[in-house]
């Protein structure tokens, strides 16, 4: 069967106490951390819902509820593996991806080369295959107080 498949995601993690945050599979220095069951990647979650949300087969906390003491601290990139076996075990794999971040700090910029290494490698596909960018909300709403961080996903799937 030939064709390709969309699918996008988005997710939302409060700060709370810390030394780092973790995006994209990246350890970002910060003065606060995220508030989360797994390690808050809120990156690799977004971007977990946009495979799953083009597979039709529901959403991050369907696969991996927040309610099972397994995924306490978890390394979310064993998410996104897990998501991208799926679609690698229905014949498709990530043509390409693109993600945004949305916070006012930490900065985002100096850490989205390494970012789209990890999350390429991941996913096994080629670095330009992969793209992270990053934008304030200009001081407003949640991120704009600085309470959190959110991520958009999208990503096409196409015939492996
Ligand atoms: N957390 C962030 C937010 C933004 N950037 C970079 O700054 C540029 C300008 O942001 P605006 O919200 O003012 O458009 C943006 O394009 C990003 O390159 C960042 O690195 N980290
Ligand atoms: C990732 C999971 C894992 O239990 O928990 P959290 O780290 O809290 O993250 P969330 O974005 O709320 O997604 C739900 C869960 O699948």
């Known amino acids: 069967?030939?064709?390709?498949?969309?699918g996008q995601g988005f997710d939302v993690h409060a700060f709370g106490d810390g030394d780092h945050v973790m995006l994209?599979?990246?350890?970002v220095p910060h003065d606060r951390g995220l508030l989360a069951h797994s390690d808050g990647d809120v990156v690799v979650h977004a971007?977990?819902?946009?495979?799953l949300g083009a597979l039709a087969l529901g959403d991050i906390g369907r696969h991996f509820p927040p309610s099972?003491?397994?995924w306490k601290g978890a390394d979310s990139l064993a998410f996104l593996h897990h998501c991208d076996g799926l679609?690698?075990?229905r014949g498709w794999r990530v043509g390409n991806a693109d993600v945004t971040v949305v916070c006012e700090r930490p900065?985002?910029?100096p850490h989205v080369e390494a970012m789209r290494t990890t999350l390429a490698a991941a996913l096994g596909i080629a670095l330009d295959a992969v793209s992270v960018k990053a934008t304030t909300t200009e001081a407003l709403g949640f991120t704009g107080r600085g309470e959190g961080i959110a991520a958009q996903a999208i990503c096409l799937l196409v015939r492996a």
Request: charged residues 25%; contains cysteine; aromatic residues 0%.
């Open 68 to 70: 099972d003491p397994q």
């Open 107 to 109: 900065r985002v910029g």
């Open 87 to 89: 679609a690698r075990a």
């Open 47 to 51: 971007l977990c819902d946009a495979l």
């Open 1 to 6: 069967m030939n064709g390709i498949r969309i």
């Open 24 to 27: 994209g599979g990246v350890r």
